[in-house]
Every structure is written in structure tokens, then in C-alpha cells.
């Protein structure tokens, strides 16, 4: 999902380059930084819509003979784009919120889930802050629900609170993520003092996580991504 505003250099770049969104800029630095995405990557990307990360997260999976696969899952529906684009990258329209975790493994290569999980999931601002704060708090934690399963960490989110199932046995055939051991989740967020939490709870289940604030965000915007590697078995 991409913010508004007025033109930029990286909105003309993205012009340039056959990118749907100046967003894409914001997945090729995380790329470049941490190499997340490589050949034979299956890549799951929530929030989609435009589809300028499809195209990155493609393109960095190389050429098709290399494999691989990408899954974009937004509320809105989204066509993939012709440019950076192949047949290895499909969306599907749905609510993130509330679509089973086994219903998004079965969207994986022989239904074993993906390598890469992105979320650039973002509530619809409403301009007061708090407000924007708690939305996107409860999307990035529905994004590492669905990477982790609930059960990783749902013993210890302490204050934060999610939508949907509040019952973790209610949710316990679903509980398993989608995310592989070994593989990467980048969420975003809005800077905020519940967003410092996903440290302590995110922390004891990759071998690395970090903050990142790229280049390509805009001034006025408080969104900042949470990069964690290396899922822990």
C-alpha cells in the first residue's frame, strides 16, 4: 500500500522504472540490506495493493528458471503487474484478519509454507494518532500471528491486543504459521510505544531482528519497518 502525496524523486523513478508505486523502493533497500528474497524464495505478501512489492519480490527471485513463488493477499483486488511480473506471482482478495492461517499455507509451493513474509499492511489514517497507532499495531500483530502462530508468542503480547479470536484454544487448529524455520517477516508500523513492543515479543523467535526507516518514505510519514530474520524451530 502506498501513501499520498506529492510527486517526488521516487515517484518519478518508480515512472521510470515500470514500477506501480514509489513503494518499491522501500522493499529494494530491505532487499539490498538484508537480501530477504533469493532464488527459489516463496514470498507471501499482505497488503499488496498496488502491487509494487510484487514486482520487486519477483524480480528478485530472479529468472524463472530459478523458481519460486510470490502470494499477494489484499483487501483490495489487485492485477498483477505486466512489468518485473511472471507467472510465478498471483493475488488473491481477501480480509488478512480474518483468513485462516491453513488456508494461506495451502496458497505455498506443495503447501509448506513460504521463506518470506512481508507486510506492508497500513489501517486507513484517520489523523489522530493514537488511533492510527492501535490499527496498525493490531495489523502487524496478525501479520506475526500469521508467520508464527499464535502460540509462539500469545503467552507473551502482554497489553497489546488483537481483533478477531481472543480465545487461543479457539484458535488452536489454526495456530500453526505459515512462515518456515529459517525464514524472514518484515512488518510496518507506525512509530509508536506498543510498536516497541514487537522487540520483546519478536525477539526470543528470529536470530535477528532490526528497525528500518527507508529512504523512500516520505517526511511527514511515522511508518517504520520491523525486519526479522531468521525464524527460530
Known amino acids: 500500500m502506498s501513501g499520498a502525496g506529492a510527486p517526488d524523486f521516487f515517484y518519478r523513478e518508480a515512472q521510470r522504472l515500470g514500477y506501480v508505486a514509489r513503494s518499491a523502493f522501500k522493499l529494494l533497500q530491505m532487499q539490498n540490506k538484508y537480501k530477504l528474497i533469493t532464488a527459489g524464495s516463496s514470498v507471501l505478501d499482505l497488503g499488496c495493493a498496488p502491487g509494487a512489492w510484487l514486482q520487486v519480490a519477483c524480480q528478485s527471485l530472479g529468472p524463472l528458471k530459478n523458481g519460486g513463488s510470490v502470494v499477494g493477499i489484499d483487501l483490495k483486488k489487485v492485477k498483477v503487474p505486466t512489468m518485473?511480473?511472471?507467472?510465478r506471482v498471483q493475488t488473491v482478495c481477501a480480509d488478512v484478519r480474518n483468513f485462516p492461517k491453513h488456508q494461506i499455507k495451502a496458497l505455498s509451493p506443495q503447501q509448506r509454507g513460504f521463506s518470506v513474509v512481508l507486510s506492508?499492511?497500513?489501517?486507513?489514517?484517520?489523523?489522530?494518532?493514537?488511533?492510527?497507532?492501535?490499527?496498525?499495531t493490531e495489523l502487524g500483530m496478525r501479520a506475526l500471528e500469521v508467520a508464527v502462530g499464535r502460540s509462539a508468542f500469545g503467552h507473551m503480547n502482554g497489553g497489546i491486543q488483537m481483533d478477531g479470536q481472543?480465545?487461543?484454544s479457539a484458535s488452536a487448529p489454526d495456530d500453526k504459521g505459515v512462515l518456515r524455520p529459517g525464514g524472514h517477516l518484515v512488518i510496518k508500523l507506525l512509530e509508536s510505544e506498543d510498536a516497541q513492543e514487537f522487540r520483546r515479543i519478536c525477539g526470543p523467535l528470529f536470530s535477528k531482528t532490526s528497525w528500518l526507516r527507508?529512504?523512500?518514505?516520505?517526511?511527514?510519514?511515522?511508518?517504520?519497518?520491523?525486519?526479522?530474520?531468521?525464524?527460530?524451530?
Open 214 to 233: 527507508p529512504k523512500a518514505t516520505r517526511p511527514s510519514s511515522r511508518e517504520i519497518f520491523y525486519i526479522c530474520q531468521s525464524l527460530l524451530s
Open 120 to 136: 506492508d499492511m497500513c489501517p486507513l489514517v484517520s489523523g489522530i494518532a493514537t488511533t492510527d497507532s492501535a490499527l496498525s
Open 84 to 87: 518485473h511480473c511472471d507467472a
Open 166 to 168: 481472543s480465545n487461543p
